[in-house]
């Protein structure tokens, strides 16, 4: 397995642009999680999925946030409108069993 | 709430120190335990976990991690460090009732001298 693809690995945007990071999980697990990771406030939980249904989400920051998961191959976060603080690493993680593997990272900038 | 807490932000050694990483945890119930390591630019990897069974574990590259329940605690070891481990280490509490979600320390800056 080719582990968990996440999609763009580098993306610069201008503040108020719609901005979508993309993951693809790790055949036949059954969790998805996406974690945020800044020099500030470290690694942190938006949100995560259980067979494609949001579980928890009270790690959103904000509205502007959003996060789906059509099927069980695919999983998307969006932030519309995006703003310089947003800029961080995005980190995409799925898991079988209780042990997570953890794709490259999105890294997004705001400029 | 839960919460990870490393004791170290960030740690300088030289090559074949001893390395010991601090890892407590706060939550009442059953957790399984992490430790992933950061290189730079890279993405987080697994080191090691402990699920049930001996609390002493060994991971990769010749870490290892006790696991002491009344102390709340998860720390990391190896005996002699490489350049090679210049790395951040992030120590994490998987929530057993709740798919694994990780909570994550805020993570130990390891610089190796050579």
């Known amino acids: 397995d080719a582990g968990v693809i996440q999609s763009p690995r580098h993306e610069v945007t201008e503040m108020g642009q719609e901005v979508t990071l993309r993951c693809k999980p790790i055949s036949g697990h059954d969790y998805l999680f996406w974690y945020r990771q800044t020099m500030m406030r470290g690694l942190e939980l938006l949100i995560y999925?259980?067979?494609?249904?949001?579980?928890?989400d009270s790690g959103m920051p904000e509205d502007r946030f959003s996060a789906k998961m059509p099927n069980a191959s695919f999983s998307t976060l969006k932030i519309q409108p995006s703003e310089p603080r947003d800029s961080a690493v995005y980190f995409c993680?799925?898991?079988?069993?209780?042990?997570?593997?953890f794709g490259q990272g999105t890294r997004l900038t705001v400029v | 709430a839960q919460s990870v807490s490393q004791h170290n932000h960030h740690v300088i050694l030289s090559e074949a120190a001893s390395l010991e990483l601090g890892c407590n945890y706060s939550y009442g119930g059953t957790v399984n335990l992490f430790w992933y390591v950061q290189y730079p630019g890279q993405h987080l990897q697994l080191l090691l976990k402990y699920f049930s069974g001996d609390p002493l574990v060994k991971g990769i590259k010749g870490f290892e991690a006790e696991f002491i329940k009344s102390k709340f605690s998860f720390n990391l070891r190896k005996p002699s460090v490489q350049w090679s481990d210049t790395a951040e280490y992030f120590c994490a509490v998987g929530l057993y009732n709740q798919g694994g979600k990780l909570i994550f320390g805020q993570g130990t800056e390891l610089s190796v001298k050579p």
């Open positions: 993680a799925s898991s079988l069993s209780r042990k997570a593997f």
């Open positions: 999925f259980n067979n494609n249904v949001p579980i928890d």
